[in-house]
């Protein structure tokens, strides 16, 4: 009998959990005392009372989510592949692969095109690999490039198989960047190179020119029918004269009308993994944490949600109820819609159409399931498929699936399948977090809330794991309070820390120097830098003040019918100069004025309360008393110094307002001149 041997293996790292759980020990007897002098504080003191409640509510919450974090580092693991030990083709389960895309505005027409080459050109058997392009906006060029680009493919195919190529991106493979792989080969691929290159320049230059000629091919409309376009055939190589056969692509366009709720969900999912990440990284672009830590951590679990794209998902995890049970075909039309063919398909498994035969009564059925009333009264959205109750609906999907009984494992190669393009300016930054921390909340007041539903199906650490990331966005109340509440009391003279002789500032430091060491260790042995550290830090600051705030604003808002809450699309494009900023580690401040009003008004106010403390500490000799509030106003202050920079400094188009440094500057004099009112 022939022994299988597993695919993959993982490792935990033992040592990081052993100090991590140290230091959980030690960090956990040091919140307990602060807590114990907060609230036994509280009782003694008769002035300053609201101010003192205030930040012992902020470091109460600070501890929960501390305790809350540790599931993350409770059992870290990574896991190795062993592509070799695969089965034959002929045993290879066939695969669907998903491309999104909803604005070529936003989602350059290129840059998607080269995701679909990509695909078509996946080490795996051609009669078994089918492309989707799934386009949201329904623009006329999408579905023009798509045809552009697959002609292209019967060139680029055959000659990504015959050598080899690893960077089967063509825009990337041919990129300066991509020197390397063109070592070590003949004068015969040299001469084919500089042919596929120059087909490949007239492929963009056609999709160029198709722009260039007619910009409304750009706009989609609101009311349009489905549209589905099959792309099949072979390609002939032209150097051996042997057939290569490709991968079909199927271009969808669902049906939109504007009077039907559409959820927002055909183009909503991103990669997260990124090519266009700088050295020092200003704007946190591959989220480190998430991807470095967490995600390992919780692979030692029950395995992480899904979380954007570059995952493999077994589609009858989107229709069965449990793990366990078989696809509930009772009552069928109610569950997945009025499509027999479609509930057919349900139940096949592992069965491979031939592409020739993919008549037009398929094509004009996908069309009925691609309508915009085709999901009515039936339960995708609520039980299968994507879940629609949250604009992040990749892991609530995730966190639902889990719940159900199915494990996720987490793999993080060197060399990653696929990149996307990330975020290079401040605005695109704060406003895709907005959208994320507004979808958490969305879940936290939802039936999915992960501490009322079905708790007893997934481990207590698992639970703790996504109570932290849902509550992520409350994360806005601690930072504020502890941005504005000493500063104003340093103004009024009201102590909110112990003297630095005082045994109790011990625990204040203690805390302070381990939380600082924990995220320094974690950023250097994911291959980060004390510049990348110190990056995080700040932006992770401009994240909790103002994405975290208006996210919890605009949950308020649709709780009273004021607004719903929007999907607003990444965008992926750059403007000129944006990313010689972006790669120089110079901040793009032209984001929302509101945005920038907050953190200029926070960073004044810290300027001001570090001078005040200083001068009040020289005057009343009483540097042991008011060392805590001087040194945080002095951090917050040295954390921020690009935004003093481009409040007085920077004369560039990046630069914040006059207008708004101005206004910011008086919002603190008010602030000084309330401060007996406010506390």
Request: aromatic residues 12%.
């Amino acid at each position: 009998m022939e022994i299988k041997l597993p695919l993959h293996a993982y490792q935990v790292h033992q040592s990081r959990a052993t100090i991590n759980k140290i230091h959980t020990l030690v960090f956990s007897i040091s919140l307990l005392s602060l807590l114990y002098y907060r609230f036994s504080t509280l009782l003694q003191i008769t002035t300053g009372k609201i101010p003192w409640l205030l930040i012992t509510m902020s470091e109460f919450l600070l501890s929960l989510f501390w305790i809350l974090g540790q599931a993350f580092r409770w059992r870290p693991i990574s896991r190795t592949a062993f592509p070799e030990r695969l089965p034959s083709d002929e045993s290879l389960p066939p695969i669907d692969v998903f491309i999104f895309t909803c604005d070529p505005k936003k989602e350059p027409t290129i840059g998607v095109m080269n995701t679909l080459l990509s695909a078509l050109c996946l080490d795996y058997p051609p009669e078994k690999l089918f492309v989707y392009l799934s386009d949201d906006g329904g623009a006329p060029i999408m579905l023009y490039a798509a045809g552009e680009a697959y002609n292209f493919a019967k060139l680029w195919v055959p000659f990504c198989k015959k050598y080899g190529i690893k960077t089967i991106a063509p825009e990337a493979f041919f990129s300066s960047l991509n020197d390397e792989e063109h070592c070590h080969m003949s004068s015969e691929f040299f001469e084919n190179l500089q042919d596929i290159k120059s087909r490949y320049k007239v492929f963009k230059q056609l999709v160029e020119n198709a722009v260039q000629n007619d910009e409304s091919c750009l706009t989609s409309t609101r009311d349009r029918p489905a549209c589905i376009e099959v792309m099949r055939g072979n390609a002939i190589d032209e150097l051996d004269k042997r057939k290569v056969e490709i991968p079909n692509i199927v271009y969808v366009s669902r049906e939109k009308r504007s009077n039907h709720h559409h959820n927002f969900k055909a183009g909503a999912i991103n990669a997260l993994s990124f090519y266009n990440v700088s050295k020092n990284d200003i704007y946190n672009t591959p989220l480190r944490t998430c991807m470095k830590i967490w995600w390992h951590g919780l692979d030692g679990l029950m395995g992480p949600p899904i979380t954007g794209t570059c995952f493999y998902l077994k589609r009858e995890a989107l229709y069965k109820n449990s793990a366990q049970g078989d696809i509930n075909l009772f009552d069928g039309e109610r569950r997945f819609g009025c499509s027999d063919a479609f509930i057919a398909s349900i139940c096949r498994k592992h069965v491979v159409i031939d592409k020739d035969v993919a008549s037009n009564k398929v094509v004009e059925e996908a069309r009925a399931v691609a309508s915009s009333t085709y999901e009515e009264n039936t339960q995708w959205g609520k039980q299968i498929g994507f879940l629609y109750q949250s604009v992040v609906e990749d892991l609530l999907t995730g966190i639902f699936l889990n719940y159900k009984g199915w494990n996720s494992v987490f793999y993080d190669p060197l060399r990653p399948a696929f990149l996307g393009t990330g975020t290079t300016n401040l605005n695109d930054t704060l406003v895709q977090n907005k959208r994320w921390y507004s979808g958490f909340l969305q879940i936290c007041f939802s039936q999915f809330f992960p501490l009322t539903y079905r708790p007893s199906r997934v481990p207590i650490l698992q639970i703790m794991a996504y109570l932290y990331i849902l509550l992520l966005p409350f994360n806005t109340f601690l930072v504020l309070c502890h941005s504005t509440i000493p500063q104003l009391c340093l103004f009024n003279g009201i102590k909110l820390y112990p003297k630095v002789s005082d045994l109790w500032f011990a625990i204040f430091l203690v805390i302070y120097l381990s939380s600082l060491i924990q995220t320094l260790m974690e950023v250097l042995i994911t291959g980060g830098s004390l510049k990348l550290f110190w990056n995080e830090q700040r932006l992770a600051f401009f994240i909790r003040s103002t994405s975290n705030l208006f996210a919890c604003f605009g949950y308020l808002k649709k709780c009273i019918g004021m607004k719903e809450i929007d999907f607003t699309l990444t965008n992926k494009s750059s403007k000129d100069g944006e990313m010689i900023k972006y790669q120089m580690d110079v901040y793009d401040f032209e984001t929302d004025r509101k945005f920038l009003l907050i953190l200029t008004t926070i960073v004044s106010l810290n300027i001001t309360s570090l001078a005040i403390g200083i001068r009040r500490a020289i005057m009343e000799e009483t540097y042991n008393e008011w060392f805590g509030q001087i040194f945080l106003s002095l951090i917050i202050t040295v954390l921020n110094y690009p935004l003093i920079e481009g409040m007085i400094i920077r004369k560039d188009e990046g630069r914040i307002p006059t207008s708004i440094t101005l206004l910011s500057i008086l919002l603190v004099i008010v602030l000084y001149q309330a401060r007996v009112l406010l506390l």
